[in-house]
Structure formats: C-alpha cells, structure tokens
C-alpha cells in the first residue's frame, strides 16, 4: 500500500508540473522594410526578425524571412504571428537584420514598437436624450 500511495504522489507531482502553462494569445503583426533588390548586394540571402516584450531584457530571434529574387519590389513585409501571455499589455519591439549567403548577420536595424493594448476606453459621459415631436400620429 505504501508504495502504491508514493506512486500516485509521483503521479500526483508529475501532472502538476506538467499542467503549470501559462495562458497565452497569438495575434499577427506586419513588418515592414526598405529592400530595393536591384540595389542591394548580390549575395543578400534572408532578413531576420527579432522581437521583445516590455517586460525582456533583450531581444528574442523570432523568423527568418527569405528573399525573393524573382520580385520588383523595393519593400519586404512579413506577417509575424507572436504569442504573448494572456492580459499582456505593453510594447512589443522589433528589430531586422540582413544575412547574406555566408550567413554574415548585419547590425540590427532601428527598433520599431507597437503598443499592445487590450484596455477598452472609458465609456461615453454625458449622454442626454431629447425628443421632439414633429407631428402626432392619429
């Protein structure tokens, strides 16, 4: 008996430990970027797309975006979809960089946020109601 009681406690801790996940929402970002592919150097591969949180210390690799170079477009966007955890509030950062063929990475470029807020507005105040009436209906 005493060894079933241990093995259920086991049991008991694993699922415990298991199950601790943090709820979290997925929403989709556009990002947006300069990449003239006529100008750009020959050997330019992929971008890719880092991003932070408010609350994070640093940056976080997030994809990697590969170039096509059969477009004639000079600008990239990518649909980034990211998780966050459930109530979460705050900036979301991003950053892109350049990797060419060597898998030499560019320095990053400038930090882009987006304000990420859940928080409905307060709700209309003084709202008066008057009536007029036109013509009676008999």
Request: charged fraction near 20%.
């Amino acid at each position: 008996m005493k060894k079933f009681f241990i093995l259920f406690l086991a049991i008991v801790a694993l699922f415990s430990f298991s199950f601790n996940v943090v709820a979290q929402e997925t929403m989709t970002i556009t990002l947006g970027w300069d990449a003239d592919l006529s100008v750009i150097e020959p050997d330019l591969q992929d971008y890719n797309i880092y991003y932070k949180l408010d609350a994070d210390t640093g940056f976080t690799f997030h994809d990697t975006v590969r170039i096509d170079r059969s477009s004639t477009e000079t600008r990239m966007t990518s649909q980034v979809p990211l998780t966050v955890p459930t109530g979460y509030e705050g900036n979301i950062c991003f950053y892109v960089t350049a990797v060419d063929t060597s898998q030499n990475e560019s320095k990053p470029s400038e930090e882009v946020c987006v304000r990420y807020d859940k928080t409905p507005p307060a709700p209309p105040s003084g709202v008066i109601v008057d009536i007029t009436v036109v013509e009676a209906i008999q």
